[in-house]
């Protein structure tokens, strides 16, 4: 572990890294569950290179942005239909990859383009 930094807005982390190589747009998530995460996530500033790097932030704040967002009264109709799809499935073998190895970029970008075309319902 050895002492990190968040930075206050998203140009300023453009500013002193560089700019995305990839950029992606999630209509359904829910912002008061993201917010939360990042004010818990933000209390401790270490950075860990397989725990606490920025791909784990990524990954963790997506999943907590997403969850519930594909609830439904049809809800036996949305369980066949996520048990059934193949990008659910891509997304949990990646996801069993990072754990088992580490969260890197690309992977957090395979990740995040699986639970799209989950949630946005892109692909189908």
Not at 91 to 109: D, S
Request: with cysteine; net charge neutral.
């Amino acid at each position: 572990d050895v002492p990190g930094v968040f930075l206050p807005t998203f140009e300023e982390e453009v500013g002193h890294y560089m700019a995305p190589s990839a950029t992606m747009r999630f209509r359904r998530f829910s912002a008061s569950q993201l917010r939360h995460f990042w004010a818990a996530y933000r209390v401790v500033t270490d950075y860990n290179f397989t725990n606490r790097n920025c791909s784990v932030a990524v990954a963790m704040a997506l999943e907590a942005a997403l969850l519930g967002s594909l609830a439904s009264p049809r809800w036996i109709r949305s369980l066949f239909s996520l048990l059934t799809s193949k990008d659910l499935w891509v997304a949990h073998f990646i996801r069993w990859k990072a754990r088992e190895m580490v969260w890197t970029p690309g992977l957090m970008l395979d990740y995040a383009r699986a639970l799209e075309r989950v949630v946005e319902g892109e692909g189908e």
